[in-house]
């Protein structure tokens, strides 16, 4: 596992970003954050770097929404071992079902992400 490594955060709302940077930096935590603001903006980055280790990723969003991403995800990185965090409002059964049905999402957490969802998802990937 890298000594820093690199967590991506996909959503539309910047104060979400804004959420993610701030915890993270108050957790103390090694990690690189990446930023994009919809499914194609992450797709372009993955393109130009290498994979993160966590992705956390919101559904719905314009443009390529949550689930345009893992499609087009699972199929340009069939074999990767990034991780995906779904991060949604959204409460529905359906939503969790359909998101676990992709082999990289990991799990499905509530918006908003407690810090404690953070630092264990930082502690499982080596940032703390």
Sequence with gaps: MAD???FMV???DIIVHLYYEGTIKELGANAH???AHDGQEALDILAKNNAPAVIFLDITMPG???YGFLEAFK???PDSETTIIMVSSSRLDHDK???KAYKAVKEFITKPPQAEDIERICLMHGAL
């Design 4 to 6: 820093n490594p690199t």
């Design 10 to 12: 996909v959503d539309d």
């Design 33 to 35: 954050l990446i930023k």
């Design 64 to 66: 390529l929404d949550g």
């Design 75 to 77: 199929d340009k990185y």
């Design 97 to 99: 079902t359909r998101c």
